[in-house]
């Protein structure tokens, strides 16, 4: 397994060079609708993190044992059950949150970051290295989150976190916290992190 | 031997074993969870009841009319299996009946949609509707949530069953459903006339047992 990524690279690569948003284009359902302020993103990205993390581990221990054509319906029954449990979980002690985010912890199942990490990781890799590229996937996962997030709160209510932070005068762009502004902060961020990449290897004239 | 070794039974072990596995997992956070769900449900209820016997907004002060509530059960026999319901009774000050508020639930278009209703004294009239749970679909069959939507029920009779029609409602019991989202529409009529049936014979009658207790 020489030409496998250790788990430090691994780690390093979910956060950034192969951020699942920003560089693997995965899960955007999630990405676009639970983007509209910072509570329920942050919330969004610890149930992916949490059921990221069982997932790859799980995956990893038993990936011996795994055969070819049943793969997928061992990883699914897997990342089912966390987050069964991570919904119901919110259910119990964030309530208000868990009807804000509503069916968006329960389609975690079938949020293709994680079978994606499952297939191309977990089941190849030894724990430690699973586990570290579920963590170092999860930080990129949430790193987009929150900059989209905090992007559209800020220019859609002037808040941050509900706490005010643009002068009081400043006219909210609802549309910002609305669906067009999910896909407006996602274009141009992703046009940015393409420019800051392309600006990085001289490919820009 | 060999044979058998192939059988697809023997390549699912490990499928078998994984779902047994994770079956006791669920099973034992639901044990664990499900009473703090329930109770955070019971208490969104209570919050929800005024405003759905008075008819008025989430947001409007209700701090001039204290009601206070009761809780009871009504059982509904049907085709021999018995549905119950919990039933909330809200009294005024002076112990006069404000109405009443009627849980029920049903399928919807992606999950069992939960919800509450709420009737006037006599329960002729329903006075409002609030969705407890839901899992329908984002954007669309999510809209019954909505105020607006909502606020479409009250001041319905309760004695005509309500249809969910697509475009603009015309008659007195018709609901105009969400557009894009028929079957969330539909259901949650559904789930209000079967309640409504099964509840209707017993809900205005205030259980004696109400006035023995001091509270």
């Known amino acids: ?35 509209n302020g910072m509570k329920p993103a942050i919330t969004m990205a610890c149930a992916v993190a949490f059921v990221l993390l069982c997932a790859n581990v799980v995956t990893s221990l038993i990936r011996d044992l795994l055969k070819p054509h049943l793969r997928i319906v061992v990883f699914t029954l897997t990342i089912a059950t966390f987050v069964t449990i991570a919904d119901r979980f919110l259910a119990a002690y964030f309530f208000q949150m868990s009807k804000t985010l509503g069916p968006y912890i329960p389609l975690i199942i079938v949020n293709c ?10 089941s190849k890799q030894p724990v430690l290295v699973a586990a570290s590229d579920a963590v170092g996937q999860s930080i990129g996962y ?52 393409n420019w800051i990449d392309m600006k990085k290897n001289g490919n820009l004239k | ?36 769900i329930e109770e955070n449900k019971t208490r969104e209820t209570m919050k929800n009841i005024p405003a759905l ?65 709420g009737l006037d ?11 407890l749970d839901q899992k329908e679909t984002p954007g669309l069959g999510n809209k019954i949530i909505e105020d607006t939507w909502r606020n479409q029920f009250k ?36 789930i209000i006339n079967i309640a409504i049936g099964d509840v209707k014979m017993d809900i205005a009658l205030i259980p004696e047992s109400y006035n023995m207790e001091n509270k």
Not at chain 1, 14 to 29: A, D, K, S, T, W
Not at chain 2, 3 to 28: E, G, P, R
Request: hydrophobic letters at 45%; glycine letters at 8%.
């Open chain 2, 1 to 36: 031997m060999g044979k058998f070794k192939n059988s697809n039974l023997m390549q699912a072990w490990l499928v078998l074993l994984l779902s047994l596995v994770f079956s006791v997992t669920l099973a034992a956070v639901h044990i664990r969870l499900a009473p703090v």
């Open chain 2, 155 to 190: 001041g319905k009779s309760s004695y005509a069953p309500l249809v969910a029609k697509k475009g603009k409602s015309v008659s007195e019991n018709e609901i105009d459903a969400v557009s894009g989202a028929t079957i969330s529409s539909r259901s949650v009529t559904e």
């Open chain 1, 1 to 35: 397994m020489a030409d496998q990524p250790t788990a430090i690279e691994r780690f390093i690569n979910g956060i950034l060079p192969e951020n699942p948003v920003y560089r693997q284009l995965l899960g955007m359902c999630p990405t676009l609708a639970v983007t």
């Open chain 1, 113 to 122: 970051i994680i079978i994606a990490r499952c297939e191309v990781c977990a």
């Open chain 2, 121 to 131: 004294a006599t329960a002729s009239t329903i006075t409002g509707l609030f969705i």
């Open chain 1, 142 to 193: 949430g790193l987009a989150l929150v900059s989209i997030a905090a992007i559209r709160e800020i220019l859609g209510t002037g808040e941050l976190f509900g706490l005010q932070i643009l002068p009081v005068s400043w006219p909210d762009w609802v549309i910002m916290v609305l669906p067009p502004g999910a896909f407006i902060t996602l274009g141009l961020m992703l046009g940015l992190v």
């Open chain 2, 53 to 117: 016997v008075t008819g008025k907004d989430n947001n409007a002060d209700l701090k001039g009319e204290p009601l206070s509530i009761k809780q009871r059960t009504i059982r509904a026999q049907k085709k021999g299996m018995v549905k119950s319901y919990a039933v909330y009774d809200a009294f005024d000050n002076s112990g006069n009946v404000m109405g009443h508020v009627v849980k029920a639930s049903g399928q919807g278009y992606a999950d069992k949609i939960e919800l509450l209703i």
